[in-house]
């Protein structure tokens, strides 16, 4: 006899489009009812704090329907928000079970963790205040971070090309390098002659370890074939360093960059929360002595934008520069 063949269900599949409208209902849908939720549960919240919160999710609510009617007009929009999308959606239920937690529930003890509407609220009534932290603290971390740049680039092509100062300067930069940069807060508050120039050098410091250390692995590993073809051209000391050893050693130099950046970020907001009167380290060690906790995660907030900014104009420039590796180490 035959074998009876089975007959296995189909799953009816959706059309692409319904998946897509879902996709895109997703945010307001998320928002409408972190809203609904918020009101049900704010109900001893301040009137001005729940009024600004409020305002925030139809805003949201808002915005996300006029971007959903309006992505059938723009591929790069409908890309965009089709990537997006799905991120804006955890988020808003990120915030939504945070206002559980800490106003509906009371988990987590205050004033220590503050709703996101007491967050809000802080970032509405300190914005001057922080916009001025924030732009002191960007001239401090560039001016520093610069320092540290040029610091190390030449030294990592002095150390990287020649051998006498390398059998000198690999010592010194095996001791001192790994030395973190904040340990060096008392002694540059003494030799420095205000806090703003011992912040400076601190973060230059931080900087100049790693941005030394790859470069001079860089330039010492330029393969000796590209340096030979240049010398029998004809090529001088100058050329070698400038045109063949320093671009074969860009990849690494811009891994000490990124590496010398993250450090940068902390030894910031280290140096600006014991000595400088200004910046966002200051301004969080400063609400912290007041137990207003809401504005030190303004701030956080403020420093998550800031520094991912920061980093992200870095990775452009990287693929800017190193062309034949864009999209090797994305960010």
């Known amino acids: 006899m035959e074998a009876q063949e089975e007959l296995v269900p189909v799953t009816p599949v959706e059309p692409p489009s319904v998946l897509r409208w879902r996709t895109m209902l997703a945010v307001p849908v998320a928002a409408a009812f972190a809203f609904a939720l918020h009101l049900f549960i704010a109900k001893n919240e301040p009137p001005l704090e729940a009024h600004s919160y409020k305002l925030l999710y139809v805003e949201v609510i808002g915005v996300s329907i006029l971007l959903a009617l309006g992505r059938r007009f723009s591929p790069g929009l409908r890309r965009w928000m089709a990537n997006m999308w799905p991120v804006f959606t955890a988020a808003i239920v990120f915030i939504c079970i945070w206002d559980v937690i800490t106003l509906g529930l009371r988990i987590l003890p205050l004033p220590y963790?503050?709703?996101?509407?007491?967050?809000?609220?802080?970032?509405?009534?300190?914005?001057?205040?922080?916009?001025?932290?924030?732009?002191?603290?960007?001239?401090?971390?560039?001016?520093?971070?610069?320092?540290?740049?040029?610091?190390?680039?030449?030294?990592?092509?002095?150390?990287?090309?020649?051998?006498p100062v390398r059998y000198w300067g690999m010592p010194l930069l095996k001791v001192v390098g790994p030395i973190p940069a904040t340990a060096w807060i008392p002694l540059a508050m003494v030799l420095a002659p205000s806090a703003i120039v011992s912040s400076a050098a601190l973060i230059a410091l931080a900087v100049w370890f790693p941005v030394t250390m790859l470069t001079a692995s860089g330039i010492s590993n330029t393969r000796a074939s590209y340096l030979d073809v240049a010398r029998t051209l004809g090529a001088g000391p100058g050329y070698l360093i400038f045109r063949v050893a320093i671009p074969a050693a860009l990849p690494n130099i811009f891994i000490g960059l990124f590496m010398g950046l993250g450090a940068s970020f902390l030894t910031l907001v280290v140096a600006e929360s014991v000595g400088v009167k200004s910046g966002l380290g200051w301004y969080v060690s400063w609400a912290q002595g007041w137990a207003e906790y809401g504005k030190v995660f303004a701030a956080l907030i403020i420093m998550a934008a800031f520094f991912s900014t920061i980093m992200t104009l870095l990775f452009k420039l990287r693929d800017r520069v190193l062309v034949w590796q864009k999209g090797v180490i994305k960010w």
Not at 124 to 148: E, K, P, V
């Open 113 to 163: 963790f503050p709703g996101p509407a007491a967050v809000l609220r802080s970032l509405i009534n300190d914005r001057f205040l922080l916009l001025d932290s924030t732009w002191h603290s960007l001239a401090l971390l560039l001016g520093g971070y610069s320092l540290g740049v040029i610091a190390g680039l030449i030294s990592g092509v002095c150390i990287g090309w020649s051998a």
